[in-house]
């Protein structure tokens, strides 16, 4: 009987191993590991990790923001073989190469952020890149009074999504703002998604264009930046600034009024919605809108006019001084 027993658990034990076996490797691998933006993605991650043991799920970064160093991290994980690869690139042309290794190699890529992306099988965007653009430009609009001069920060001049965005602002603008101006001689300046970059930048561009009225941020680094400028140079109420932005890490920049909006889609749950496509595929489930995903604001997600790639949801929302303490992160 004692036998009999030993045999029945060593046999659980290896069909408990095999089913392990069967379970899929899916990395999410965003721009950097330290940047508050993919710390809050990553907690979504492992949130969605422990409830779906079924897969080994888990986030990798770099230890900055480096196209070379992301490159090389996807190499590293095709060869290291796994099943899917989750990416936000920091650099849409660099990175192509190793996610057509990667792809060539049997594996699953899914981007965020990464909407002119070639070797993906699909881009999980938070919504329409062009709308959030035209999103961002109401917010400074408003507190601009619809009227003056301002320009665009992106992060890099080869950042897919923010220079979409920015774009999309543009339009947006001269669409429905005819009283405010795009300034002529720097329409687009870069902040390399630094903050304190975004700060020196913002000041050189105040002092050698009086006029300029306003800066449109995308990088979550911008508009804060933008604002530490405009309390130092004393032109708070004067000039404005809106973008994207963490709650918590803006909360008294919004209640002091150096930003008086800012917007977002929680990280957390776009990561969640890269794995959750991840799985769909790995598991050869038909990819057809509008697509179910189970999290808000991708519960009915559409595929981009034009495109059988990408993927977009309806997650935004707007931060004010109002709203800052209500999101819990």
């Not at 230890?63 to 996807?74: A, F, G, K, R």
């Not at 650099?91 to 990464?114: F, N, Q």
């Not at 000041?203 to 979550?220: A, N």
Request: net charge negative; with cysteine; glycine share 10%.
């Amino acid at each position: 009987m004692k036998k009999f027993l030993a045999l029945v658990l060593a046999a659980l034990m290896l069909l408990s191993c095999a089913a392990m076996a069967e379970g899929y490797e899916i990395v999410v691998v965003p721009k950097d590991a330290s940047n508050p933006w993919f710390v809050r993605m990553e907690t979504g991650v492992n949130e969605y990790a422990a409830a779906h043991t079924e897969d080994t799920i888990y986030q990798k970064g770099t230890p900055e923001i480096d196209p070379t160093l992301q490159s090389q991290l996807v190499m590293d994980l095709v060869a290291q073989g796994v099943d899917a690869i989750c990416v936000v690139p920091v650099d849409l042309e660099s990175i192509e190469p190793a996610l057509k290794a990667a792809r060539d190699a049997g594996i699953v890529v899914i981007a965020h952020e990464g909407a002119g992306l070639e070797n993906v099988d699909y881009d999980i965007e938070a919504f329409n890149n062009e709308l959030y653009g035209a999103f961002i430009m109401d917010n400074l609009a408003h507190a601009m009074g619809e009227e003056g001069i301002y320009t665009t920060m992106v992060a890099d001049l080869t950042n897919g999504s923010h220079n979409e965005w920015a774009d999309g602002g543009v339009k947006h603008q001269q669409e429905a703002y005819p009283n405010m101006t795009l300034l002529e001689a720097e329409p687009r300046v870069e902040s390399h998604d630094n903050g304190d970059t975004a700060y020196q930048v913002a000041k050189e561009l105040f002092k050698k264009y009086p006029d300029l009225k306003g800066i449109m941020g995308t990088s979550s680094y911008d508009a804060p930046g933008v604002a530490r400028a405009i309390e130092e140079l004393g032109l708070s109420g004067k000039v404005f600034t809106a973008g994207t932005g963490m709650p918590a890490d803006n909360a008294e920049l919004l209640k002091s009024g150096a930003i008086q909006y800012l917007t977002l889609w929680d990280p957390a749950v776009a990561g969640e919605a890269m794995v959750v496509l991840a799985q769909k595929v790995l598991n050869g489930e038909e990819i057809a809108a509008p697509l179910d995903l189970g999290l808000e604001g991708y519960e009915a997600v559409q595929f981009k006019e034009g495109s059988d790639k990408v993927l977009e949801g309806t997650g935004w929302f707007t931060i004010s001084a109002e709203n800052v303490d209500s999101f819990g992160f």
